[in-house]
């Protein structure tokens, strides 16, 4: 297997955008492939994360289209995967493999959703297919709905008051906000206090509205190509280091939602591939959809013991400077949450702060990143581990 | 690279179906693992193609339950690829990249769908978002609106009169057929004559009812492996010799639809993987979603000169004893075409043919075959070739 690399990286803002999904995997695909100093007719393969482009725009296997946009030829495979809130992720380790085996030199790999033009009436109905139809939904679960409950059950099963942890939970929103005010493509860029969570509005019982990140529009695309030819091309090639995919079934198949095993099998592959522990990431972008999802994700990964993950974020530990920064771009609650898009944000912002180009919001000295999608209701984790 | 076998198959009969479609996707994929001689946790990674889960049963994401199904641990990643109608045989594509590299010794892979079961308004309107959302949805274009263009252009471009262009179009259909009625899992096993089609409703000028494949519901499933390993579980493993995808954008985009630039595109690299030409095909199972369709998927795989592949249809040489037996399951026109399922199903066909069960529709010392699934309007092509 061939060492891989990210040339270049692209992204869209994050946010309300009156682009259509193709259009706004072209802005970013275009920025990757120049940034990687490359022109479209370099690129040998494609792959789009996309989930709701059907129920979005009425457009199904989208990744054609995404490959024509800018001007691709047809002997060019376009192959769009799904894994819903994971599907970027997922179709960065189907890019990666391609590089790897030596099939392909230089492969483009991006996703793109618009989740926030849809409103949210009609994006809750839809994200909520994420959860298994048979089991779940017909029960009128939703994604709220599901972290409300590890949220209770994390309280309950490590003996942390509600309040207490409602407060841990306020912080990783406020760190992000404070990260995301940083961000300029990021959607939300306005710093926000406890307070400002614990007086909005009640969503799903604990979690609040501003425990909850935003439906957004947005894309984001990276270019990978072998070690040999990376360095020909850029000057600071980023490489995969480890790369980890789980899978869930149903919620009630799961002895403990607090801890998802699907991360826990993702993060070990992830980790053992790259010959790392998780002492050794300097700084990881994780899927805080609701702030509950990062405090669980921040343990599933390794960074704190399980049950100590929202003690850690109370002192600090998970702020760019503290021992391991999570979340530096914003996270989903402030960069924003395009659902197809995300893991490729995810690895948008390790790229970049592991080439040391991320301003105000830059972890110093970072060398070693890693990300971590989650796909419904727990149902999909994707772990990469990036280098410098 | 290593060479990719496939150890076993599995389906499900084709037609109506009162099983979701992760428990069709579980019973085809059941069959194909035991007949593998194996069990569900010798299966490493899994790949599902599935089209229109969201709106059939309100199941996004589908892959990770579909592994769950059949009792599979959270460390075998789980991956939904969708590009439209071709969608199994790009998650085909997939599973074989991640054998061939290495990565994984023993892949699952299949499609599921349900589109006959939600009906035929709901699954016309949803399969018409497999056309480009901003340049043709909007003008009112569906499948069979597109391929009645592809004829009426064909008949003038090839100086065909439509009258006789329909009766051999008829004769596509009534070979189909045939084959179908002597395939125990097709949803059709009745044998229609040209009449039946000439008589039949119109759908799209020049296409009539009998012209279209139906909406199915069903699926289908194999397990790739190593040749080392393929020999050591069955007596007839079957390997993949060559593969190919290509990709189109929107109609409005390509110059002659007649010739699709993406299936020459993608039969080229298949073809010059395996080392071979059209002339080593022995047996193919091509998209014939309408009659049409298989005419020019014909020519578009080398089997017949452009504008002869009507000609061949008429004289016999696609049926089975002909110079190149096509669609001797039965094809998408009387099998049936659960979309997501399709590529999984051609290759079943294949497979069985290669090894010399298929009863009264075998293709006597067919060695060769190949599958050619086509997505959307034009715009995703899979070829594969398999050899014994």
Known sequence: MRKVAVAGVGMTKFGLSEKSQVEMFAEAAMEAITTSNLKPKDIQAVFVGNVLGDFEEGQMNIAPFCAAEIGLDPSVPATRVEGACASASVAIREAFIWVASGFYDIVLVGGTERAMAMGTPLATRTFAMGTDSRYEEFAGITFPGAFAMVAHLYSVKYGIPLAKLK?????????????????????????????????????????????CCPFSDGAAALVLTTEEIAKKLVAKPVYILGIGQGSNGPLCRQKDVTRIRAREAAARQAYKMAGLTPQDIDVCELHDCFTIAEIVASEGLGFFDFGKGSEAVEKGETQIGGRIPINPSGGLKAKGHPIGATGAAQAYEIVKQLRGECGERQVEGAKIGMTDTLGGDLATIVNIIYGI
């Open 167 to 211: 407060e841990r939970m306020a912080l990783v929103a406020v760190k992000n906000h404070k990260n995301g005010a940083k961000n300029p493509l990021a959607q939300f860029q306005k710093e926000i206090t406890v307070e400002t969570v614990l007086n909005s509005p009640m969503i799903a019982d604990p979690l609040q509205l501003f425990d």
